[in-house]
Each structure stands twice: as structure tokens, then as C-alpha cells.
């Protein structure tokens, strides 16, 4: 079972940093998922007899390192969910993308559509059917031997939204080989990391702001 790193819990909601590789939940191979290290870890901790209830509120693809907040209590669920749909949690990552940016910063407009026979989404300048729209701002933060480190404020979170609109820009995320970067990293992750988030309490009494910064942007590139 991986190693849990726990760096926010209260009564109702819980953060952890997923590593790269780990599922957020569980899917068609059956591997050990976040969603069953946290149960453990809430289990062992609390010594709770039978079911642990965990709600999952958002999640980062297989690839992606970084914060990812859950649900402990039904109470926790609704009200983060409720955030998350009036876009009021709000959700920062870093990124590193091949090649050296043309703008210092700017927003990324786009529609996606998700194709479940290959798992990725395809990208369109305008609303087709069945389309969603996606938005982020971006800003360079510095080059690194020939990329760029960008950093990312998630305006809607769609099916492999940062992937697709870096890569439909010309600048696919490091090891991003579904959307076209041409080599791998060595541990098959991505150079894509969940690292800031900031969303209120279950109770609405504080904001809460979380950052995560242990990350090797500059690895293997």
C-alpha cells in the first residue's frame, strides 16, 4: 500500500498529495486506488468497525501528482460540492511544456468533447455538439533546458482539459505521449502537478489554502 501523505484534515474534509502512477479512484485493472489508501488510513486511525465513508470531489488523472481534497462526512460532500459547482474552490497546478512559450501569459479558450474509445478529448476552436467548453489562464514562470514551467489557474475542469489545450497550442506536457510529446518520463508520469488549492470549510468559517511544492520540474527533460 503507498505511503500517505495527509496535509490538511479537519472533521469533515481530508487532503493528501497523490503521487504520480496512483489512480485517484478505482477503475477497470483493479489496482489499489487514493480512495482505498485514505479509507485505510481513516480506518486505522479513528478505529472504524465496517464501511468508511469517503466522497471523492474532485480527481487527478493517473499520471498527475498532487493535492487532492475528499470528503469525510456526507455534511462534507454536499457543501464542497456545492462549492466546486458555483466555482468557488479554486484550483492552481504547475506545468512543465515542451518547447519555449510565445506569451508570457494569456487564457486558453476552448471546447472539448471526450472520446471514450481512445480515453482522450478532442479539442475544437468552436461549440460542437457535444462539446464542453474549457478555460484557463496560464503564465510563464521560467524556461527549464529548453521548456517552459507554466503556471495554471483551472477555470473548469474537464477530461484531460490542461493536456489537450497545452498540446492543441503546440506545447504538449512533458511525457504526455497521448497528446504528443515524443518521450517518456522514466516513472511514465507527466510533468503536471496539482500543487495549490483554496476552497472554504465544510462549516463556511474559513478559507482554507493549501500548497504542495515538492515536485522535480526539471526532471529527465
Do not use: W
Not at 8 to 15: G, P, R
Not at 49 to 62: A, E, Q
Not at 68 to 93: F, P, W
Not at 129 to 156: C, F, H, M, P, W
Amino acid at each position: 500500500m503507498p505511503t500517505l501523505k495527509v496535509i490538511y484534515e479537519d472533521n469533515h474534509l481530508i487532503a493528501v498529495v497523490k503521487p504520480a502512477g496512483l489512480a485517484t479512484q478505482g477503475d477497470e485493472t483493479r489496482d489499489v486506488c487514493l480512495m482505498d489508501v485514505v479509507k485505510d488510513y481513516l480506518k486505522e486511525k479513528y478505529n472504524k468497525p465496517g464501511k468508511v465513508f469517503l466522497g471523492l470531489l474532485h480527481r487527478l488523472d493517473r499520471p498527475v501528482s498532487g493535492i487532492v481534497l475528499l470528503a469525510k462526512t456526507s455534511k462534507g460532500a454536499s457543501r464542497l460540492s456545492e462549492q466546486i459547482r458555483n466555482h468557488e474552490m479554486k484550483k492552481e497546478y504547475s506545468a512543465l511544456v515542451i518547447g519555449k512559450m510565445k506569451n508570457k501569459k494569456g487564457t486558453l479558450i476552448n471546447f472539448l468533447k471526450h472520446n471514450e474509445k481512445n480515453n482522450k478529448a478532442e479539442i475544437f476552436d468552436r461549440e460542437v455538439e457535444g462539446s464542453q467548453r474549457a478555460e484557463l489562464d496560464y503564465e510563464v514562470i521560467k524556461e527549464i533546458k529548453g521548456n517552459t514551467l507554466v503556471k495554471i489557474n483551472l477555470k473548469t475542469g474537464r477530461h484531460h482539459q490542461i493536456r489537450a489545450q497545452f498540446a492543441h497550442l503546440g506545447h504538449p506536457l512533458v511525457g504526455d505521449i497521448k497528446y504528443g510529446a515524443k518521450n517518456p518520463l522514466p516513472d511514465k508520469s507527466i510533468a503536471l502537478f496539482a500543487d495549490k488549492l483554496t476552497f472554504k470549510t465544510a462549516t463556511g468559517d474559513k478559507e482554507v489554502v493549501l500548497e504542495y511544492n515538492d515536485f522535480d520540474y526539471g526532471k529527465d527533460t
